[in-house]
């Protein structure tokens, strides 16, 4: 049952950065819904949220690492054993599906006989038949992924090791993500693509290596994997079959997984993909890359033919600043709003140009501000959500004030 | 969903006509889930309060706080645990535009406004290690304890962030019965009456410990049940054991009330102990009894009436605040959740009121967060667990 809390939308207007565009186009403002999503039930708490999606009938679906991406001694002392806390709290399942009242609907999610969970969940996305797809992205690599086994939240967070939540040191390691999931809405398994533990390089026709997230072109009926943390490319896939269809690297060349020296902000722009964190396919066909590592979104067509770069915050060094993008919910997709996790903000871009026209959010843990905004989607009323992920744990709703539909 | 009952012991030291009215209460609440006839402190989350801070600042484990004579609210944050992704902008050299750690110690207007900020290492005083509570006295000077392994002092400053003086060394601790040094000391409350400090000592001591707040003179100290205290190690909490007979560190709050009570928080043992302001034991109550681990009696604050009718208490294990009567210590009601949305908690850690009866509380670990509850007036209580209290 739900808990029935009354709401009272109370709107915060953000500090919006407005750039000067060069063609004088006024870029969409937004304010956030401080109330929305509503409590989930049963004491239940989203871990680092790496996927949110919308869905045909505008549900918002997130998914979230849970359990290990949990504080055991002090974030989930109902779930642990022994039980330290009285009913406050346990992870909730990783899949959630919101309506757009923001009231929890639907919920699945973790290991089954016939396919391989992931040791951390990457974006999802549900394509117009109501089909979820998942990438497993895991283990993290970002520091601080997984969290200190002490407790203690004291900035000492230990390195990934895909098992990491406190008390269970001693478990067994997953086995490295190289997959890609498919179920129905309500979490029937479909379609596994890749093996976890078989992680296979950028050449290969048949395997991943944690893929960050995946998009449908409903049109073709393929998939697009992002591919990914480890690997150099974008791959695409028969979407019934899971067959092998192309892939490419940065500008479009062959992908090589060499090693790369750090980002420069100074140097020539490499022709490799640093880390491939999104692939998303626009109504007029253009597949827009997020290079999060090199600060860009690379354009492509379909078939992987390379049409045009962009920056965003080309100064971000760290984990770079292109982790997410999603278009603007008017027909001919005027704006990219790209999640920047590392400047902890939304930049939005004009699509036929690229160019940043202005932003919104800040660093903090307070409504409408971020940390670690990793994953973004657009609803058809031009309403944008977005996830957390590291101790972000949060996914927010921002609702449009002008020029957003 | 089923709920099931807050589970509350009261172990009250009074006459057992007394206790027995308590248990048929707690019954009832049991029972029913609703609190036919009793009326409590209402209050729902201000989810955009305070307002963003400048500079891109970032606000890391906010481990006190404090409301001054102005309503305006000061606490005291952990910039130094602010790690490379929170604080890209703080990093040599900054990986990204967003974001710098905030000073460690910042006020707030009733408006949530930033209006002053300070803080750090300087000449003449050591800095803590970890910063832990903050405490604006009625002279207007601003304590802050200090819980790092080594941490054994007290510092005061002036509101503008002029060091007036320390109490204690770092690294001097001799334990619990030392009368010059503090043992990783928790929280700080100042008596205007006798100009007296209370210092809930602490993370290393099993004390509290009463100084002159001008010299630092010690006056008196004690531990559980006015014992002389013991810092033999205690072991882990056991609900089942009988009650311990010292505090279980840390010690985290000694709070005195207008009719001279000192409410102790002797937080992993799951209780609230009752003195005179001599040391003389009162009573002792249970609150969320099997709660294990960081225990479940983090901070106290009164309600703002002058007799100080209701005592909340802040839950940083199962994120909630119980409102309790002050009279009987039973719990009326409790709101809260865990969760990172207004309203919600991960490890609510300090509490305060201001004189407008609103509510303001801090979260440690990776809460860190400020959050105000506005006070809603005294309404009937419909239920014992309230959840997260959004504006109606």
Not at chain 1, 34 to 57: F, I
Not at chain 1, 366 to 372: A, N, T
Not at chain 2, 255 to 262: A, I, P, R, V
Not at chain 2, 340 to 366: M, W
Request: net charge neutral.
């Amino acid at each position: 049952m739900m808990r029935t809390l009354p709401i009272a939308v109370v709107a915060l207007a953000l500090g919006f950065a407005s750039l000067p565009s060069a063609t004088g186009q006024a870029p969409p403002s937004f304010k956030v819904d401080p109330l929305w999503p509503r409590p989930l039930p049963d004491h239940w708490l989203l871990g680092s949220v790496t996927g949110v999606a919308v869905d045909a009938q505008d549900h918002i679906w997130v998914v979230h690492r849970g359990y290990d991406s949990m504080t055991a001694r002090t974030e989930i002392g109902a779930a642990t054993s022994p039980r330290t806390s009285e009913e406050c709290c346990v992870p909730a399942p990783p899949v959630l599906e919101f309506d757009g009242a923001g009231t929890l609907v639907g919920h699945w999610g973790g290991p089954g006989d016939k396919y391989q969970w992931p040791a951390s969940p990457g974006g999802l996305t549900v394509d117009r038949k109501g089909h979820v797809w998942i990438a497993a992205a895991g283990p993290p690599e970002i520091p601080g992924s997984a969290n200190a086994t002490t407790g203690r939240g004291r900035g000492t967070a230990t390195p990934a090791s895909g098992t990491n939540a406190a008390g269970r040191s001693s478990a067994p390691p997953k086995p490295q993500d190289a997959h890609v999931l498919k179920f129905s809405r309500t979490g029937a398994f479909l379609l596994q693509i890749g093996q976890a533990g078989k992680p296979e390089a950028s050449d290969s026709t048949t395997g991943l290596n944690m893929p960050a997230s995946v998009s449908i072109d409903t049109a073709a009926n393929e998939v697009y994997v992002a591919d990914g943390f480890r690997n150099h490319r974008v791959v695409v896939f028969d979407a019934e079959t899971g067959a092998y269809k192309r892939h490419w690297g940065g500008t479009g060349e062959k992908p090589d997984d060499a090693p790369q020296p750090p980002y420069d902000p100074d140097a020539a722009p490499p022709r490799q993909f640093r880390s491939v964190g999104c692939a998303r396919v626009a109504r007029d066909g253009k597949v827009y890359v997020c290079d999060r590592g090199n600060d860009r979104i690379q354009v492509f067509d379909k078939a992987g033919k390379y049409l045009a770069q962009g920056f965003v915050s080309k100064s971000t060094r760290g984990t770079g600043s292109v982790w997410d993008l999603a278009f603007s919910s008017d027909p001919r997709q005027q704006f990219i709003y790209v999640a920047d996790g590392h400047d902890q903000k939304v930049f939005i871009l004009r699509r036929d140009t690229l160019e940043t026209i202005g932003s919104f959010g800040d660093g903090g843990r307070y409504p409408g501000r971020f940390y670690s905004v990793g994953s973004i989607a657009v609803d058809s009323k031009g309403n944008i959500y977005t996830g957390e992920t590291l101790e972000g744990k949060r996914v927010q709703k921002f609702v449009p004030t002008k020029n957003a539909k | 969903m089923t709920r099931r009952s807050l589970t509350v012991t009261a172990c009250v030291v009074v006459t057992l006509g007394t206790l027995g009215v308590l248990e048929r209460a707690l019954e009832r609440t049991a029972a029913a889930q609703t609190r036919s006839g009793i009326v409590a402190p209402r209050f729902e989350v201000d989810p955009l309060w305070p307002k963003p801070l400048p500079n891109h600042w970032v606000v890391g484990q906010a481990i006190g706080l404090s409301i001054d004579a102005q309503d305006h609210v000061w606490i005291v944050h952990r910039d130094n645990l602010l790690g490379a992704n929170e604080a890209a902008a703080s990093q040599v050299p900054p990986t990204a535009s967003c974001c710098a750690k905030a000073p460690p110690v910042l006020e707030f207007d009733p408006a949530g406004n930033l209006v002053g900020h300070w803080g750090g290492p300087g000449e003449g005083y050591d800095w803590p290690a970890s910063n832990h509570g903050i405490t604006i006295d009625h002279k207007e000077n601003v304590w802050i304890g200090a819980n790092e392994g080594s941490d054994a002092h007290l510092l005061k400053f002036t509101k503008a962030g002029k060091f007036l003086m320390q109490f204690g060394k770092p690294g001097q601790s001799k334990g619990s019965n030392d009368t010059e040094n503090f043992g990783r000391p928790a929280k700080i409350f100042v008596d205007a009456k006798t100009n007296e400090a209370y210092i809930a000592d602490g993370y290393g001591n099993k004390r509290v410990v009463v100084i002159d707040a001008d010299t630092g003179t010690f006056k008196r100290y004690w531990g559980a049940y006015g014992n002389k205290p013991d810092d033999t190690s205690l072991g882990n909490y056991n609900a089942a054991a009988p009650a311990a007979q010292q505090f279980r560190t840390p010690v985290h709050c000694a709070e005195l009330s207008h009719d001279g009570l000192l409410y102790v928080c002797d937080r992993p043992n799951d209780r609230i102990q009752i003195f005179r302001p001599d040391g003389r034991f009162v009573k002792e109550v249970f609150v969320a009894k099997t709660t294990l681990g960081d225990g479940s009696v983090w901070d106290i604050a009164f309600s703002k009436d002058p007799e100080q009718k209701y005592l909340y208490l802040a839950d940083g294990k199962n994120e909630k605040i119980y409102v309790m009567l002050r009279e009987s210590m039973e719990i009326l009601t409790s709101f809260g959740d865990g969760g990172r949305q207004p309203g919600q908690f991960f490890a609510v850690h300090s509490i305060a009121v201001d004189s407008k009866g609103n509510l303001y509380t801090t979260e440690t670990y990776e809460g860190r967060r400020l959050q105000k509850f506005v006070y809603k007036g005294l309404a009937p209580v419909t239920r014992m667990d309230q959840g997260t209290v959004w504006p109606r």
